[in-house]
């Protein structure tokens, strides 16, 4: 009963519409008071999951991306993947997908990705005589990548509820599957547009190409402060964040130089905007998260898994089947505060890495940000795109299937994400 009420009621709430957070905080408390649970000791819990050193590194990660989002970073990095490879058949398509590469890299969110490029890419392509549906379809499915290649912000939630899975570990996990996925979406960005016919990309001024490219690269050297003080050891990633902030400030302000320093202000508006709703959810869903394994629910799901079937290739199915099918109708972050403490035993049972079954996980509900009735990427797009939800999907039915096919990979051949880790010893 007292799973019943607490799972009934949260799933409940959502139905009534009342928001994500609100929803586990209501469930959580009033399943501790069915249960003799003192409501405190449920709001202690709550508080004790943002009493995390690695959780600050979220809030400068965020920061960083808005100062560089707001700084004209969207189109030197479309300026840049256009001298790249923008004069193949349907350049401009593929260039989107690299752009979202670059991007990823820098936001390290899938939505930020969808909002900056798209409102400069989507417009672009259908004037240039791309089918509206494909240019929303390539912008969204190629945003994905941002939830694996680093610093994705989810990755750091993972790390805190995994219990301190290693950031750099997963950063580096990340890197070759984001290639991969970017990859497997330009081949059928490729493929489309030879079938449809679509134009090359604009021939760029050679005179131009040194200019796009030192502003492009100055851009995309904050991944490189990111990673490269993880792994030297000289900055943990808290510390290589508030680096990464100093640095996309300096770019922005005083070598891009694109808006002015009053800017500062409606920056770190949005930063706190997005920052409030992150750390309620942290909170909210780490309440939820204490009450489902003192109710042993982490147990009854690994011991139905492993039961259904000891062959650990399609426990793993199994485990992306949930996955795939949880990221249609919950956003992103609840999932990961939810699912990681019941399906990360069941993963380790059957001999899954943690750095792997972090990134399955994270492409596996980055599926879901694309997905109706809740893909909040796929609502963005279509906004930009000005076209409906369900004539967006439909665009989107070969790019689903490319994206499992990418699942699929790195799901059965944990190298590619082990490699990297491994080779850098994080």
Do not use: C
Request: charged share 10%; aromatic share 8%; no cysteine.
């Amino acid at each position: 009963m007292e799973i019943l009420f607490l799972i009934g009621g949260f799933i409940f709430l959502l139905i009534l519409r009342v928001p994500i957070a609100l929803s586990l905080a209501i469930a959580s408390i009033g399943t501790g008071i069915y249960m003799g649970i003192s409501p405190a000791a449920i709001i202690q819990q709550m508080a004790s999951g943002l009493d995390s050193f690695s959780l600050l590194a979220i809030p400068f990660f965020i920061l960083a991306g808005e100062i560089m989002n707001e700084g004209g970073i969207s189109r030197r990095l479309i300026n840049l993947a256009n001298v790249i490879i923008g004069k193949i058949r349907g350049g401009l398509a593929m260039v989107n997908v690299l752009a979202s590469s670059f991007f990823g890299g820098i936001s390290g969110s899938a939505l930020a990705d969808t909002s900056s490029l798209g409102s400069v890419l989507i417009p672009i392509m259908k004037k240039q005589k791309y089918d509206t549906d494909y240019s929303i379809a390539v912008t969204i499915s190629s945003s994905v990548q941002g939830v694996l290649i680093p610093p994705s912000h989810n990755m750091i939630i993972y790390s805190t509820v995994a219990g301190g899975v290693s950031i750099g570990g997963l950063f580096m996990g990340g890197l070759v599957p984001g290639v991969l996925l970017g990859i497997v979406i330009m081949i059928l960005t490729y493929v489309i547009a030879v079938k449809k016919n679509y134009s090359r990309g604009e021939v760029i001024k050679q005179e131009e190409v040194p200019k796009i490219v030192r502003e492009g690269l100055l851009g995309i050297f904050t991944v490189v402060i990111i990673i490269g003080g993880i792994l030297t050891g000289i900055f943990t990633a808290t510390e290589s964040a508030a680096i990464a902030v100093l640095y996309a400030f300096f770019i922005t302000f005083f070598v891009y130089r694109d808006i002015k320093i009053s800017k500062m202000g409606v920056i770190l508006q949005k930063t706190f905007k997005t920052l409030a709703m992150v750390l309620f959810l942290i909170g909210a869903s780490s309440g939820f998260g204490w009450l489902l394994a003192l109710l042993e629910v982490p147990s009854i799901v690994s011991n139905g898994l492993i039961n259904f079937s000891p062959n650990a290739a399609i426990t793993l199915l199994m485990i992306i089947i949930i996955l795939l099918l949880l990221g249609i109708i919950m956003d992103m972050a609840p999932l990961i505060l939810i699912v990681t403490p019941i399906l990360l035993p069941v993963a380790t049972d059957i001999g899954m890495d943690p750095i792997h079954f972090g990134v399955v996980l994270m492409l596996a509900l980055g599926v879901g940000l694309v997905t109706p009735p809740v893909g909040s990427v796929l609502f963005v797009g279509s906004a930009i795109g000005n076209l409906s939800i369900e004539d967006a999907a439909k665009g989107m039915l070969p790019f689903y299937i490319a994206m499992i096919i990418a699942l699929l990979i790195i799901a059965y051949f944990p190298s590619l994400t082990l490699f990297l880790p491994n080779l850098l010893g994080v």
